[in-house]
């Protein structure tokens, strides 16, 4: 999917008006920076269809200097070399791998770890960062803030399925049966298939864009 030049824009201006307001003294400034931030979500709202009040709420929220989000997916295979993977709660209950976002105090490898066995009742161990994807670049679906997925390939080590609060089915595909349905907003097909290469070859070095 190919990002409209809106959304890009939008969220470019939303990132300008939160840095400033961070580090604005001048009340007049902090006017102009509260504006523009209004600015982005009517843009956003506009073109996209979104609620205005939730989105101005969304960006009124957001402190600090503007940087990309953090997601973390892990992709870890069962003696056959299939690949597991989750079936969300939301998101009409399509397939992705176990992820989301990174939280305080982990490591990024930690972050996966916990996802994993969280989402799909299985231990692992991180093997290696397989890539450092933007999630826009990547043709990810639309959303309102720059984020950075990393993938890591995991080995099992305990653990037994168990779904979750926010899975409702864990399951193992082969690379030529993969579900349909995926949760593009987390994942897609091409980013799987370069999941199962580094899963077979260890030497290949961590991709990125």
Known sequence: MTEPDWLAWAREVQAVAQTGLTFCKDPYDRE???ALRDLAARVMTSAGGANLAAV?????AQEGYATPKIDVRGAAFDAEGRILMVREAQ???RWTLPGGWADVNLTAA???AKEVVEESGFEVRVRKL???WDRTRQGHDPAPFSAYKLFFIC???GGAVRTSLETTEVAFFAED???ADLSTGRVLPHQLRRMFAHARDNTLPTEFD
């Open 56 to 60: 101005v709420n969304l960006f009124a």
């Open 110 to 112: 930690e972050n996966v």
């Open 32 to 34: 102009r920076y509260e």
């Open 91 to 93: 998101d009409a209950g």
């Open 130 to 132: 397989a890539a450092v």
């Open 155 to 157: 080995d099992i080590t």
């Open 177 to 179: 049966a993969l579900p």
